[in-house]
């Protein structure tokens, strides 16, 4: 059974930065899809970037060039660090590990991020 726990978000404004920590205990996450989302208020939940085991990164295209995961074997962590944020990265952001060859996802609780005007 995989927990996952995130941090870093609050409330900023628009232009600032933030970075969101996720910890991940009883796996591994080198072994896993490693994925972002967030949900806006009246939205469905979005991916918004994905680390997959092999190194490989991908981002939605409203977070390109803004946003980066990352990854901390070490401390078994993923990080988003969020750039430029705009008013409409305004949402609850979880943290979800993916184990295909096991059929099992796990997610954290989320951390909120406020982004003003």
């Known amino acids: 059974q995989v927990q996952l726990a995130e941090s870093g978000g609050g409330l900023v404004q628009a232009g600032d930065s933030l970075r969101l920590s996720c910890v991940a205990s009883?796996?591994?996450?080198?072994?896993?899809?490693m994925g972002w989302y967030r949900q806006a208020p009246g939205k469905q939940r979005e991916l918004v970037a994905k680390?997959?085991?092999?190194?490989?990164?991908n981002y939605s295209d409203s977070v390109k060039g803004r946003f980066t995961i990352s990854r901390d074997s070490a401390k078994n962590t993923v990080y988003l660090q969020m750039n430029s944020l705009k008013p409409e990265d305004t949402g609850v952001y979880s943290c979800n590990a993916e184990g295909s060859w096991i059929g099992r996802v796990y997610w954290g609780q989320g951390t909120q991020v406020t982004v003003s005007s």
């Open positions: 009883g796996g591994i996450i080198s072994l896993y899809d």
């Open positions: 680390i997959i085991r092999g190194g490989t990164r």
